[in-house]
């Protein structure tokens, strides 16, 4: 696709992984509405459309709000305006975002590692009730 030609949903959503009522949820609320609508009225979408919604999408599981999406973009998008006059507060704010995204990822980790720690637990179990038992009185077979 070259600068300037639009996409319909469907590749949207081929490109970013997200569904079509998911992008329309998106528009919806704000985040990242069409650029442009045909001339039937069918959403159109640009690469910096879908650069915004793979970003969204990558915010998404580490729970950010829609409002906190919607913060992040607006900043983004101010910090891309060369000559904001608060740019320094701006990146200030973007460097609190890293900082947040940094400790949810923290979190996540340690969620990882307690799931993998149960799942070891549980492939434990299933190798104990698989063995074969031994009866009363009969001595342990070697390995």
Do not use: C, N, W
């Not at 696709?1 to 949903?9: K, L, V, Y």
């Amino acid at each position: 696709m070259s600068e300037g030609q639009h996409m319909q949903i469907g590749e949207v959503a081929d490109r970013t992984g997200l569904s079509l009522r998911t992008i329309r949820h998106y528009e919806e609320v704000g985040l990242v509405p069409p650029s442009a609508r045909s001339k039937g009225g069918f959403r159109l979408y640009t690469e910096a459309d879908v650069e915004r919604l793979l970003l969204v999408r990558r915010m998404k599981p580490l729970d950010f709000t829609l409002e906190e999406m919607r913060d992040l973009l607006a900043l983004l998008d101010q910090l891309d305006a060369d000559d904001h006059p608060r740019r320094a507060v701006l990146i200030d704010r973007l460097s609190m975002y890293h900082e947040v995204t940094t400790q949810r990822i923290d979190a996540l980790r340690d969620q990882l590692t307690a799931a993998e720690t149960f799942a070891g637990e549980l492939r434990a179990q299933i190798t104990r009730h698989t063995r074969p038992r031994r009866r009363r009185g009969e001595p342990e077979r070697p390995r």
